[in-house]
């Protein structure tokens, strides 16, 4: 029996307990990855930890990748600070980077470092749904229908 399927069962009989399920939740950046992590009443011992874990609990990891997948897919950080990026930029069209960093949460450390590549993946186009205009000298973030 492949893994998948094997979790698949397994949470939907935590679901039907009525246990709140995420799948594939990785931590931090470079962290280890739970195939399954359920929060009726976790059972984890070292507090800051157990906060870490709950931030990275996001409604994306319950359905976005099937527990015990093979292919690495998961609900990364990066994608949690680019759709925070989208929904931000959608909201306020015209911010300049430093607004954004300053009024959304990132997986990056530091908040210059969150703006030099913030500005590199919007470019490149690795942040769908948002674009950079030129401003005079100032740049400035838009929504981009093409995203």
């Not at 980077?97 to 470092?113: C, F, Q, R």
């Amino acid at each position: 029996m492949k893994e998948t399927t094997l979790a698949r069962y397994v949470v939907l009989w935590l679901r039907s307990q009525g246990w709140e399920v995420y799948q594939e939740v990785q931590v931090s950046t470079y962290g280890c990855i739970a195939d399954i992590v359920e929060t009726l009443a976790p059972k984890l011992h070292r507090k800051a930890y157990v906060e870490r874990l709950r931030a990275a609990l996001v409604p994306e990891r319950k359905i976005f990748a099937e527990a015990g997948n093979a292919e690495g897919k998961r609900w990364t950080p990066f994608q949690q600070t680019c759709m925070n990026v989208r929904d931000a930029v959608t909201g306020n069209p015209g911010l300049t980077i430093k607004e954004l960093v300053d009024g959304i949460s990132t997986h990056y450390h530091a908040p210059s470092t969150a703006r030099s590549c913030l500005k590199k993946w919007i470019e490149a186009g690795k942040v769908k749904g948002v674009r950079i205009e030129k401003d005079g000298r100032v740049l400035r973030l838009y929504p981009d229908d093409a995203g």
